[in-house]
Antibody, heavy 113, light 109 residues
Framework: EVQLLQSGPEIKEPGASVTISCKVS????????VHWVKQAPGKGLEWMGL????????DYAERFQGRITISADTSTDTAYMQLSGLRSDDTAVYYC??????WGQGTLVTVSS | DIVLTQTPLSLSVTPGQPASISCRST???????????LYWYLQRPGQPPQLLIY???SRFSGVPERFSGSGSGTDFTLTISRVEAEDAGTYYC???????FGQGTKVEI
């Protein structure tokens, strides 16, 4: 069974950075891209980017370019999403997802001074 | 960029009645691999999305038969043949290359 376990909630000040982890199990980590999706409070789902764990290549949505880094560590079967220059509108639940069917439980990031 | 537009944005349904949601894409979702990468998800409050339908019309493992998907090219439909109380939530269509999502359709039972 594919399982994705994300790190816990974060509270950050504006301008700070946050890194969320997503540890996978139940499948070969390099078989699927890991995607990250943002969901602001009461809003819909927004794709942020992906990483190919095979070679670490990443691809990002244009509106996050320059602020986002997605990486993968094959030694621990863990993907990471770092978002910098946090603003109040970055307050959201962030999900990792693989193979279109496996989703993490979500990580709430609150940006507030 | 591909934009997905869902209609309606909200839906109130009586248990046992059918329901359908439309998803229209600004570009054909037929990929060069021969597949059409259109997916449907249900998200209940406080939960991550769960996959219902993949590649337009294939039900994911464990999804009840009352859920079906149809369509081609740019126009797609999710149909629930007889709605049950547990079907309440927000439904999203998604195109599978860069995971573009529709706006979501909130279904109340």
């Amino acid at each position: 069974e594919v399982q994705l376990l994300q790190s816990g909630p974060e509270i950050k000040e504006p301008g700070a950075s946050v890194t969320i982890s997503c540890k996978v199990s139940g499948y070969n980590f390099t078989d699927f891209y890991v995607h990250w999706v943002k969901q602001a409070p009461g809003k819909g789902l927004e794709w942020m980017g992906l990483v190919d764990p095979t070679d670490g290549e990443s691809d990002y949505a244009e509106r996050f370019q320059g602020r986002i880094t997605i990486s993968a560590d094959t030694s621990t079967d863990t993907a990471y999403m770092q978002l910098s220059g946090l603003r109040s509108d970055d307050t959201a639940v962030y999900y990792c997802t693989v193979a279109l069917s496996g989703w993490g439980q979500g990580t709430l990031v609150t940006v507030s001074s | 960029d591909i934009v997905l537009t869902q209609t309606p944005l909200s839906l109130s349904v009586t248990p046992g009645q059918p329901a359908s949601i439309s998803c229209r894409s600004t570009q054909s979702l037929l990929h060069s691999d021969g597949e059409t990468h259109l997916y449907w998800y249900l998200q209940r409050p406080g939960q991550p999305p769960q996959l219902l339908i993949y590649e337009v019309s294939s039900r994911f493992s464990g999804v009840p038969e009352r859920f079906s998907g149809s369509g081609s090219g740019t126009d797609f439909t999710l149909t629930i043949s007889r709605v049950e109380a547990e079907d309440a939530g927000t439904y999203y269509c998604m195109q599978g290359l860069h995971l573009t999502f529709g706006q979501g359709t909130k279904v109340e039972i």
